[in-house]
């Protein structure tokens, strides 16, 4: 059991991330909260505007521990980075975290458990991973462009169906840029709403004005799937 390739070699990093996410969320929920984001915001503003580079290197670093650990506070981190950065810095740092953290946690899934799933698996989860892999990246576009599955799901499910890391990365970052501006969008207008003691629109991006659009591109990026499959009923 101690060999190198050994199970428990390659299941300790993944169990490490569990139980790190454990930690996270027993002790570190509060703080990555919209009413965290609330009651510290001239705290956080005083930072920024005292080493703005390293306040943004940081928070791109949270973000990609908290997207690792599978932590469910991305949403709170992708208004923060709106509020302290603006809608484009903001969700531009957020992105980038968000797919670091993604990646980490899909290479840690697919060393830990993807292959060894896929050896054993049945002739129903291979026949879906050929189906996966004839249309990689169409399917890793559409999940990421539909906010339909959990983010975590559409981390893990790529590495076990043997989703490549450059394809999942590219389109990991690609697919998320559209609701992280969205959300960065609204962090930016924070000030005003907690002057007013409001909250604010989280259901925004399941409005027609943001969601048709987003539909629309995963769509697109479905399109390449039909074509084959049209031809494939023509052949």
């Known amino acids: ?29 509060e703080h990555l909260s919209f009413e965290a984001l609330r009651d510290n915001r001239e705290v956080l503003l005083a930072w920024r505007d005292s080493n703005y580079l390293l306040v943004a290197c940081c928070y791109a670093g949270l973000y990609a521990m908290a ?22 810095w903001g969700g531009a740092l957020a992105v980038t975290g968000a797919t670091a953290g993604a990646v980490a946690i899909f290479l840690l899934a697919k060393g830990a458990l993807g292959d060894a799933l896929r050896a054993r698996a049945g002739g129903w989860v291979k026949r879906a991973e ?3 892999r004839a249309n990689e ?5 559409m999940m990421r462009l539909v906010p339909a599955m959990p983010f975590f799901v559409a981390n893990l499910v790529p590495a076990f169906l043997g ?4 394809n999942y990365a590219w389109t990991t970052f690609l697919g998320i840029m559209p609701g992280a501006l969205v959300y960065a969008s609204v962090g930016s207008g924070l000030g005003a709403v907690f002057e007013a003691g409001g909250t604010p629109d989280l259901g925004i991006i399941f409005t ?15 399109l390449p799937m ?9 052949a």
């Open 226 to 234: 039909i074509v084959k499959a049209f031809r494939r009923g023509r």
């Open 67 to 88: 997207t690792a650990l599978s932590f469910p506070g991305g949403l709170a981190l992708t208004l923060a980075g709106g509020f302290l950065f603006g809608p484009w």
């Open 1 to 29: 059991m101690s060999g190198k390739g050994s199970p428990v070699r390659r299941i300790a990093p993944f169990a490490a991330a569990i139980l790190g996410a454990g930690l996270l969320f027993a002790f570190g929920r």
């Open 137 to 141: 990246v169409s399917f890793l576009l």
């Open 130 to 132: 050929e189906g996966f």
């Open 208 to 222: 027609p004005p943001v969601l048709l659009p987003l539909l629309g591109l995963a769509a697109l990026s479905a």
């Open 163 to 166: 989703a490549t890391t450059f």
